[in-house]
């Protein structure tokens, strides 16, 4: 067995449920660590600095920019996301394997850096159902869920350049999948 981590990169549209996906399989996964990104929105009620994200000012983002510690960064609906070069390669050469929640354009720079990478994306059951999970989860006005949508649509043509595609209908079921696609690759890590 490699002493060295593996890197899964994970896509999909805003509300197909990545971040639901990620959670469950971090819980059931044994040594699989979030790659926790740094960003300028503000925290959603139950979000943890250092736990879900990096929570930081546009300033801060800004100068860690300067000095090259991300190994991408990206303007999302308006806010800066990055994730930390140091934070992934650290984590990966302590055998630990890193889930990489990230967008389209995040999802083709990690690649490049760790082509031994998986990438999976993640589709929603359909577009009429990926609106409704954006109305349902309430965390957007009605003017970002649209744009949202709108971006879903070419991010969802992007779907197979990936390696793995999971449809996120029955969660369980993804869960499994993506547990499947983890544990083919990094060797049996299910708890
Ligand atoms: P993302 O991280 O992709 O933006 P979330 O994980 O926030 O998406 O999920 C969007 C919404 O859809 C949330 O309210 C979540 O509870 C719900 N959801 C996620 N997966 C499923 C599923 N398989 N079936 C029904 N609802 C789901």
Known sequence: MSSKGKLFIISAPSGAGKTTLCQKVLKQVKDIQASISYTTRPPR??????KDYFFVTETQFE????NGD?????NVHGALYGQSKRFI???LSKGIHVLANVDIQGAKTLKKKFPDAVTIFIHPP???????RLVDRK???QETISKRLKIAELELKEASHYEFEIVNDDLERAVNDLIKIIG????????
């Open 184 to 191: 083919i690759h990094a060797g049996d890590s299910k708890k």
């Open 126 to 132: 359909s577009f009429e159902e990926l609106k409704k």
């Open 45 to 50: 009620p139950n979000e943890i600095q250092g």
């Open 63 to 66: 100068h860690m920019e300067e």
């Open 139 to 141: 965390s957007d006005t």
């Open 89 to 91: 390669e650290s984590t």
């Open 70 to 74: 991300f190994i991408e960064a990206a």
